[in-house]
C-alpha cells in the first residue's frame, strides 16, 4: 500500500469515527466526506490536512472539485470546522453547478463563501456576482453584486 493511500485512508477513517452530538450533525455536511487527491500533508500540530492536485471531496448529497483544499480540525475530536478550497472551484449539488476561485466551508453555520468571479448554474438559470454566500442547511444564497439570467421555471 502507498504511503499517500495509507494517509488519505488514515484521515477518511478519522472523519467517519468522529462523534457529534444530534445538534451539531443537523449543521454539518450529511455522510462520510471522502477525500482524494495526488499529494496530502498532515500536520498533527497545527491540526491540518493540506489536499493538493485534483483534489475532489466527496459527500452523499455534493461532490466539490478544487486545485487545493486545506482543512481545519479540532485537536480534540478530529471535527471539520473549517474547508478553504482554491483553484478552479467546483461544486456540484443535483441540478446545481457552483463555480469560482476560491471557496470557504464553515462548519459551525454549515455555509460556503464562494468569491473570485461566483456563478450559479441551474439549469438554464444563472446566478453571478463578487461574492456568494450558500446556505447549505436552508439551501438559500446571499449574493453581493448580483446578476441574474432566469431562462427555465422550475417545476413543483
Not at 453547478?97 to 476560491?102: A, G
Request: charged share 25%; net charge neutral.
Amino acid at each position: 500500500m502507498s504511503k499517500q493511500l495509507f494517509i488519505s485512508s488514515l484521515f477518511i477513517f478519522v472523519i467517519l469515527s468522529i462523534d457529534v452530538s444530534s445538534a451539531e450533525k443537523a449543521q454539518q455536511i450529511k455522510g462520510p466526506i471522502i477525500v482524494t487527491s495526488e499529494t496530502l500533508i498532515a500536520d498533527n500540530k497545527a491540526h491540518t490536512a493540506l489536499f493538493e492536485k485534483n483534489v475532489v471531496a466527496r459527500t452523499t448529497e455534493m461532490t466539490i472539485y478544487a486545485d487545493k483544499m486545506l482543512a481545519y480540525y479540532k485537536a480534540d475530536t478530529g471535527d471539520i470546522t473549517k474547508i478553504e478550497a482554491t483553484g478552479s472551484v467546483k461544486l456540484i449539488k443535483d441540478t446545481r453547478v457552483i463555480t469560482s476561485s476560491e471557496a470557504v466551508y464553515f462548519a459551525n453555520e454549515d455555509r460556503i463563501i464562494f468569491t473570485g468571479d461566483p456563478r450559479v448554474v441551474d439549469g438554464k438559470n444563472v446566478v453571478t456576482g463578487t461574492k456568494m454566500t450558500y446556505f447549505l442547511n436552508d439551501d438559500r444564497f446571499f449574493v453581493e453584486n448580483s446578476k441574474v439570467f432566469l431562462t427555465e421555471k422550475k417545476e413543483q
